[in-house]
């Protein structure tokens, strides 16, 4: 029998509904964990399965509650969700720091646990590993400390994510300054009362204005707009948020905060983190020069004596690049991009690959309107394997960004795993930026649906490293570059497929920065360790120095990125991760025949060796299964320099 989707509320129903579910689960958690507490099974099995199902539950409201806490139309729903947010992660706390139910794990026969199958092993394993990296072993002050500061990080988080989400800056300009602007972005953006047109941080708004507009003071304007989202508010949240978690890992017996972080990701050791992000920098620079003197060339063309191109400046000079050099008009581009057409063709394309077909349901309550629902299942099966969302476009008071939210982790026989894609796209032509996310973001939801098949909560979906979980991803956006991939869906109002040849244009065109690029996520990197690892006093003067060391582009005079560098709060030192993925993307990709991109033999080996194993395996390993070899940095490199 497969599980029941979970039934969401009605708008005006879902502030009492959030709060009886979340008060009707905590309760239930509490019976269950007092359940193992005082009278746990007898066989290890049953005690790990009722710890299981407690994870399950927990996590499930969790998920529940940080989804609809970015996307809910209503404030107050919003609000209630943080509010289970906080109450979910403070009963996680509590519970892995319960020495009573610590003991029932740490206390089962060794005849008993050496009788386990691997997978249940492996479980008893990470959820001791659990316990003792949340202090369960240390004394009660120091519980009690650890307590305190779990709470304070969670709100912390939340405080820095909403304040991020709700600081929309608007430039205003005269239609005149907005020469350069898409047609349609200019339709839709009429000018208001006073003869104005605004343009605001969100990026449908301000990805353009830096790509398109002609008058450098608007371009600039837009930029420093951006980049000054959160400030001042968030400085004050992030120190403090550095300096709990260097004292949490301290309390747990770790150097500081990275340490305890890659402790449980695939890199394994703080001090790899810049060891890494260096390797990575040497490896970039001397493509980074050679790119940003063609740049800079186009560049001193219209600023005499430049010596850098300035970071408010780059999209538009890389975007001009691509056209004068490597003939791509993004202009051009986006009319092959009709978001109808793209949302089509991702289904079908990923259908194909993976072996799924996808069923619209229409009978089904969402949050708002915008959000489309489809049943996954096998191309020939009739049992649904899970349940997608789709919430694209972007609205007042929803999450700014693009990601995956887990609605439910996904268990065989007890949960229909369910997954949400937040996304921020247009309604009329996209950009090919844009295309590539999407894929991205769907491969999250992909790899959610496809490893939630599982016996275990511990190990659903994209439960696996962290500084593997973007790989799947990563992967999957080489089929929105694909010109015969595109070309199955991406038409013009003509109904012209895009050239073969364009395809490969964009294709050069975005080699063409793939360098700087590279250094310029070294820099987010480096801002993510080191704000960590040091908890400078100055941050802005540390940012300066770690964008000079770094970062193809200089400081911005007067700025403070990071106070919106929303990863600080989710990744917080890990953001390296994002390239450690690409690197084992390049190399999972490796595998699969460039001229033949649905090839079903590999496609379906990759599915069921790297996705459907969700956490069930080292990282490392599920890769090393699906590649016939250990990882390796070598197709990453090769890529770099081709
Ligand atoms: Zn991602």
């Given amino acids: 029998m497969t599980p029941e989707p979970l039934a969401l509320p009605e708008t005006d129903a879902a502030e009492s509904w959030v709060k009886e579910r979340t008060s009707a689960t905590l309760t239930h958690v509490r019976e269950l964990a007092e359940k193992l507490r005082t009278a746990p099974p007898s066989e290890a099995t049953e005690v790990l399965k009722a710890w299981d199902e407690l994870s399950l539950e927990l996590g499930s409201l969790g998920g529940l509650a940080g989804l609809l806490a970015n996307v809910h139309p209503v404030e107050a729903v919003r609000t209630a969700c943080e509010d289970t947010e906080v109450e979910v992660d403070r009963l996680r706390t509590e519970l892995t720091q319960d020495q009573a139910l610590y003991r029932v794990f740490a206390d089962l026969p060794a005849k008993q646990t050496d009788a386990l199958d691997p ?30 500061i779990n709470e304070r990080l969670t709100e912390l988080n939340l405080e820095f994510s909403r304040v991020t989400r709700d600081d929309v800056r608007i430039t205003l300009a005269t239609p005149e300054q907005l020469d350069g602007m898409p047609a349609d972005w200019l339709e839709a953006h009429p000018v208001n009362d006073k003869g104005l047109v605004e343009i605001t941080t969100d990026y449908p708004d301000a990805l353009p204005a830096r790509m398109f507009v002609k008058d450098p003071a608007i371009r600039r304007a837009v930029t420093v707009a951006s980049l000054e989202r959160g400030w001042p508010h968030n400085e004050a949240v992030l120190k403090e948020m550095f300096a709990l978690r260097h004292e949490l890992a301290n309390l747990v017996g770790y150097e500081d905060w990275p340490a305890f972080d890659a402790a449980v ?3 394994g050791e703080g001090p790899a983190i810049p060891e890494f992000i260096d390797k990575i920098a040497g490896a970039a620079e001397g493509r980074m020069k050679r790119d940003l003197e063609v740049l800079l060339d186009r560049y001193d063309r219209d600023v005499t004596g430049a010596s850098a191109v300035s970071a408010a400046d780059a999209l538009y000079y890389e975007e001009l690049v691509r056209q004068e050099k490597y003939d791509v008009d993004s202009q051009v581009v986006r009319t092959y991009f009709d978001f109808a057409k793209v949302h089509q063709g991702l289904l079908d394309v990923t259908g194909r690959l993976f072996g799924l077909r996808y069923e619209p349901v229409s009978d089904v309550v969402t949050w708002h309107e915008d959000v489309s629902v489809f049943d996954v299942y096998q191309q020939d099966g009739d049992e649904p394997l899970g349940r997608i969302y789709l919430d694209l476009h972007p609205r007042e008071g929803k999450y700014k960004h693009a990601a995956q939210f887990d609605l439910a982790p996904g268990v065989q026989g007890r949960q229909l795993p369910e997954g949400v894609l937040v996304c921020n796209f247009s309604r009329g032509l996209m950009e090919h930026d844009h295309v590539v996310t999407l894929f991205h973001e769907f491969g999250h939801l992909i790899h959610h649906v496809l490893g939630g098949q599982g016996e275990w909560a511990r190990f659903s979906g994209v439960a696996t490293e962290w500084d593997f979980v973007e790989a799947p991803s990563q992967m999957l956006e080489e089929w929105a570059w694909d010109a015969d991939v595109l070309q199955t869906f991406a038409t013009n109002a003509a109904g012209e497929p895009i050239p073969a ?4 244009r964009m294709r050069a065109a975005d080699d063409f920065g793939k360098g700087y690029h590279a250094r310029q996520q070294m820099f987010y990197a480096a801002i993510s360790y080191w704000f960590h690892k040091e908890q400078p006093d100055d941050l802005t003067k540390r940012l300066e120095e770690l964008q000079a060391a770094y970062s193809p582009y200089p400081y911005l005079e007067g700025t403070h990125f990071f106070a919106n560098f929303g990863h600080l709060g989710g990744y917080s030192s890990a953001y390296y991760t994002y390239m450690w993925s690409l690197v084992i993307a390049k190399d999972l990709f490796s595998a699969f025949d460039r001229d033949n991109l649905f090839d079903p033999e590999v496609a379906g080996r990759y599915r069921d060796l790297v996705l459907a194993r969700g956490g069930e395996k080292d990282a490392a390993d599920l890769v090393a299964d699906f590649l016939g070899r250990p990882y390796s940095f070598d197709a990453y490199a090769a890529w770099l320099v081709s």
């Fill in 265 to 267: 990701k695939m890199i």
């Fill in 501 to 504: 040849d364009l395809v490969a």
């Fill in 119 to 148: 997978l249940a092993k492996r479980l008893l394993e990470k959820t001791l590993q659990d316990f003792t990296r949340a202090g369960v072993d240390r004394d009660d002050a120091t519980r009690a400390r650890l307590t305190e």
